[in-house]
């Protein structure tokens, strides 16, 4: 078991690990992209990646707080479904309806991948292995479907 300062010092570590080894990789547009932060340009959306000492997951999340603005993000990425899937090569999972760690509402789609521990760095090749091409899928597909949620701003 780690204490709160190790697990937060070897958190930090994969991250800055991966950020530098992602550093390289510019975006679908071809700018200089931070990979860990990923900036999609619309409030209450996001791409988030994460890990603990169980799984890891990659995820479009939307967290409006108003509720009918959540629902017409989401109806507008079930119209782009068939595009994100095709660009990220594969299925992932859809939640119309999720909480957030602190219990706030969200429609999250995401993948996972289980068992891996960010603790432990023998797994560390393994999640930048997932993790990669999916944020640089993710990126490929918001190249091109940003401008459908222009009018959503």
């Known amino acids: 078991m780690y204490s709160k300062a190790e697990a937060t010092q070897l958190r930090q570590a994969f991250w800055t690990t991966f950020g530098q080894y992602m550093a390289p990789i510019p975006s679908a547009e071809g700018e200089t992209t931070n990979w860990i932060n990923y900036k999609t340009g619309i409030k209450h959306l996001y791409f988030r990646m994460?890990?603990?000492?169980r799984r890891a997951k990659?995820?479009?999340?939307?967290n409006h707080p108003d509720a009918g603005i959540r629902e017409l993000?989401?109806?507008?990425?079930l119209e782009l479904k068939t595009l994100l899937h095709e660009t990220l090569g594969e299925t992932w999972i859809w939640e119309a309806e999720?909480?957030?760690a602190q219990g706030l509402p969200l429609s999250c789609?995401?993948?996972e991948l289980?068992?891996?521990?960010?603790?432990?760095?023998?797994?560390?090749?393994?999640l930048i292995s997932f993790f990669k091409p999916r944020i640089i899928a993710l990126d490929a597909f918001w190249a091109d479907a940003q401008y459908t949620f222009e009018a959503l701003k």
């Open 109 to 111: 789609i995401y993948q």
């Open 73 to 77: 993000f989401w109806e507008q990425f």
């Open 50 to 53: 994460q890990a603990d000492n």
């Open 98 to 100: 999720s909480i957030d």
């Open 114 to 126: 289980s068992p891996v521990n960010i603790f432990n760095r023998e797994d560390w090749p393994k």
């Open 58 to 62: 990659i995820a479009i999340e939307l």
